[in-house]
């Protein structure tokens, strides 16, 4: 998946990110060369266009299986030829929040493996009719699932400008958020993608000098947000992720942008370091009892990746596994 602040790099065709890092952190090996004979259940929480699944599937004995994920319906079709083609696949809608139910209704008690490739995918901004870009006209849709909640233009022209206003601050961290929010509603009804981005651009202060992301950047990002729910999303993807563990199973996130990372950031610490007691206290043992263990430091994309596939340049993976049950 990628982020809104690169989307004029990402008119191309699409490349997963940290790839050869995620899969072998996953199924063990090096980031050259994952084992190619990884047993057991995985999940990709995000299949996307299918990119690290086709990665993993390559990577999994005949008797593996890799159970996929998507809330985006043209996701779940994508997955559906690549069920066809390989019986160890399954694709199924479904949000994070639901992962568990969704391998309690497979039978699968405990995996070895999950991926959760945080944010908008490329297909998805570069289809105008999904309503997430700001460089293409479309409907003012901006759903992952189309057929599920709200649009972004219902929440708009429904918001009061107090609620706007918290929304691009809390998901944008758009500091002209109140002046952007005022011009929304001033503009309402906004019906396409352009009205918004065109509405965002003439409340913006005027820059000074040449502008490297688009003025409407972050208010997207926080409009997309609100409407996927995504924070309470990713929040539950996260608990359930690790709870569907198997001990030694891995979970593996990658985010585009600092507000998913911090997430990611202080929930991996929560299941990794003992809580902060009173110095000098003879509480060594608590050490040993934490449910994860960090398996690497944040990992980036190389230079190599990064001058081949651009939008990798704000990518960051984290990976934690689960040593003992909570």
Sequence with gaps: MTA??????????????LLHETIAHLLGGDAGHPDSSATGVFVDATFGRGGHSRALLS?????????????????????????????????????FSALCQILETLGV??????????????????TPARGFSFYADGPLDMRMNPAEGQ???????????GEIAQVLWIYGEEKHARRIAKAIVGARPLQTTLDLAGVVADAMPKPRGAQRKHPATKTFQAVRIRVNEEFDELEQGLQQGFDALDIGGRLAVITFHSLEDR?????????????????????????????????????????????TNPRSRSATLRVIEKVRQP
Excluded: Y
């Design 59 to 95: 990577g999994l004995a005949a008797d593996g299986r890799l159970i996929g994920l998507d809330r985006d319906p043209d996701a779940v079709a994508q997955g559906g030829e690549l069920a066809r083609q390989d019986p160890r696949f399954s694709i199924h809608q479904a949000r």
């Design 263 to 307: 997430k990611v950031k202080h929930a991996f610490r929560q299941l990794s370091q003992p809580p902060k007691m009173p110095r000098r206290l003879p509480l060594r043992h608590l050490q040993e009892q934490v449910p994860g263990r960090l398996v690497c430091p944040p990992i980036k994309a190389s230079v190599e990746e990064q001058t």
């Design 109 to 126: 008690a405990g995996v070895q493996g999950i991926l959760m490739d945080i944010g908008v995918s490329s297909p998805q901004l570069d």
């Design 4 to 17: 809104p602040e690169t989307e004029a790099e990402n008119r191309q065709q699409h490349q997963p990110v």
């Design 151 to 161: 649009s972004a233009a219902h929440w708009l022209n429904a918001a009061e400008e």
